[in-house]
Each structure stands twice: as C-alpha cells, then as structure tokens.
T-cell receptor
C-alpha cells in the first residue's frame, strides 16, 4: 500500500548542531514532497518543498534531499536553534488530482 | 493579512450534540481541506473541496459533513454519529488540488473535546 512514514519518533539535538530528519515513502509515483513544522497547539507551517525532478533544494538554514532510488526524503536543519523544537511532518503527493499523504511526524527537541 | 482563520480555538461539546467548526480564508484559493489530528498521529483527511459547491470525502468522512457555499468558507460539522470526535481539527487551503496547487496553508486549528 501507499504510506509515508518516519524512521524515528523523536530526535534530540544540541543547540548549534545540525539536525537531520528522515522520511521514507513507498509510492514510487509520488512527484511532490513537502516538509511541515508544527509547534504545540498550532497548525503546521510550510518549511520547504521539492519536486521529483530534483534531488536537492535549499532554503534558509534548511535543505531537503530526495533519493528516489530508495524512496527516501530528508530534512537538514543547520545550526539548530531552540525555536526549531517542534514536530516535523513529511507529506507526499502523487498525480495531478491526488491529495497530500502525511507521515506521523517526528518530534525535534533542542537541548540548550 | 492574508491567511486562514479557524474558530473557535477550543470547543466543548456534550455527547449527542452536533457542532460546527468554522474555517475562513482570504487567499483566494479554490481548494480547501479538513484534517483531523490525534495525539502522536499524523493528519488524516476528512473532506476536501476543489471548488465552490463541490466537496469530496476524504479518508475518514464518516460522522462529518461539510458545505462550500462560498469560496472563502468551508465549515465542518461534527455530528453525533462520529464515535470519537475529541481531536484537533485543522483546516487548510491551496490554490487548487494536486500538484499544480503547491503547498497547503493551514489554519491555527480547533481543539474539540466531547464531555
């Protein structure tokens, strides 16, 4: 079946270190991927997206890598800050009229 | 400011009562969505609408109903038929559905608790 899943439920990093959040997907037809950040009690916020014709995209302090061979997506956060503490979701979309499928989320905790 | 608003932020309901959650957007988006989020879980799609006067069931539509009479509004009614309604409800919108629509923009959510 089609699913989007995250390898680990929680990730703890030291402030200033880089964070890497991983996501596996099973639908090889997926052609668009998004990373969202959700702070406690709030709605998800868009971080960065990538289309399947790319393997890397950079934003401000964030980089998304897409490996279509192994159906793997990762989010890298440089110089992690306390404000980065949140739940991170990956989401995938396949086809022109399909809907986003969300993973279960991983909690990023930043130690001072 | 453009964005999506949801009201109320917290909602309490007695068992057996219907309740309607509000969602408004001023982004001029055609597509709107309702998701349910349970603790430690991802988002599950309840209903979505591609255009005014149209809506489609998502993955967990049972016990819910929606309407889309105006482009900017997509209210969700949680009916008494929904067996486990306590959850965090999120509304979202995008330019259109699918790949052409890009990312979905989310509202702040409504936390519904059934007493």
């Amino acid at each position: 079946g089609e699913s989007v899943g995250l390898h680990l439920p929680t990730l703890s990093v030291q402030e200033g270190d880089n964070s890497i959040i991983n996501c596996a997907y099973s639908n090889s037809a997926s052609d668009y991927f998004i990373w969202y950040k959700q702070e406690s009690g709030k709605g998800p916020q868009f971080i960065i997206d990538i289309r399947s014709n790319m393997d890397k995209r950079q934003g401000q302090r964030v980089t998304v890598l897409l490996n279509k061979t192994v159906k793997h997506l990762s989010l890298q956060i440089a110089a992690t800050q306390p404000g980065d503490s949140a739940v991170y979701f990956c989401a995938e979309l396949a086809g022109a009229n399909s809907k986003l499928t969300f993973g279960k989320g991983i909690t990023l905790s930043v130690r001072p | 400011d453009g964005g999506i608003t949801q009201s109320p932020k917290y909602l309490f309901r007695k068992e057996g009562q219907n309740v309607t959650l509000s969602c408004e957007q001023n982004l001029n988006h055609d597509a709107m969505y309702w998701y349910r989020q349970d603790p430690g879980q991802g988002l599950r799609l309840i209903y979505y609408s591609q255009i005014v006067n149209d809506f489609q069931k998502g993955d967990i539509a049972e016990g819910y109903s929606v309407s889309r009479e105006k482009k900017e509004s997509f209210p969700l009614t949680v009916t008494s038929a929904q067996k486990n309604p306590t959850a965090f409800y999120l509304c979202a919108s995008s330019i259109v559905t699918g790949l052409a629509g890009g990312e979905q923009f989310f509202g702040p959510g409504t936390r519904l608790t059934v007493l």
